[in-house]
């Protein structure tokens, strides 16, 4: 049972707008940033979003990350057949000093 | 370039130990706290253990809380990974990963793991 609560999949179809929710508590999302990372199939993760809407170099504007309260989004705009690949959240947890992770979306692209 | 390159995988019986490597190199690694992350068969991410980029600190997750010890040898860019008294739940990809407290960031709860390793397969079996 992950401490972040992601669906366990997604999906569109391609030049569609696709969002994947991340709910926690106050503990963890409710007083820190979220970062969001992207694995791609028999790939180790690649963050996508860092500081809940951060964009490192080299990823495309058509992904974006938001935080309101205790939740936070990723969102995939004009959605392509290789943004197929699991998409995980993560956020410090204040009450045990550790990272937690979501279980993870999958994202298909029908 | 920056590159994580893990190793010390393999099959190991339950209650034995096992230790894995990171090897680390394309960046100053005494400079950067660094991170185990594993991820078990057909599973999610679970965060594993954090030291700090001096070796001053370290924090773990509850599920392996006192069997394993995180710990680096600056000298060597090594991070390692001591799994003792290991369970079949301990069965796992574990990466390597490396944080980042940026300009704007001024503690770890703001972090983010901007490099990973490929990732070493632990099976642990009978």
């Known amino acids: 049972q992950s401490v972040l609560t992601q669906p366990p999949s997604a999906s569109g179809t391609p030049g569609q707008r696709v969002t994947i929710s991340c709910s926690g508590s106050?503990?963890?999302?409710?007083?820190?940033?979220v970062n969001w990372y992207q694995q791609l199939p028999g790939t180790a993760p690649k963050v996508l979003i860092y500081r809940n809407n951060q964009r490192p170099s080299g990823v495309p504007d058509r992904f974006s990350g938001s935080k309101s309260g205790t939740s936070a989004s990723l969102a995939i705009s004009g959605l392509q057949s290789e943004d197929e690949a699991d998409y995980h959240c993560a956020a410090w947890e204040d009450s045990l000093n550790a990272w937690v992770f979501g279980g993870g979306t999958k994202v298909t692209v029908l | 370039q920056v590159q994580l390159v893990e190793s010390g995988g393999g099959v190991v019986q339950p209650g034995r130990s096992l230790r894995l490597s990171c090897a680390a190199s394309g960046f100053t690694f005494s400079s950067f706290g660094m991170h185990w992350v594993r991820q078990a068969p057909g599973k999610g991410l679970e965060w594993v253990a954090v030291i700090w980029y001096d070796g001053s600190k370290q924090y773990y997750a509850d599920s392996v809380k006192g069997r394993f010890i995180i710990s680096r040898d600056n000298s060597k860019n090594t991070l390692y990974l001591q799994m003792n008294s290991l369970r079949g739940e301990d069965t796992a990809v574990y990466f390597c990963a490396r944080d980042i407290w940026d300009k704007y960031c001024s503690d770890i709860s703001c972090a983010h793991f901007d490099y990973w390793g490929q990732g070493n397969l632990v099976t642990v079996s009978s």
């Open positions: 106050n503990s963890n999302i409710g007083s820190n940033t």
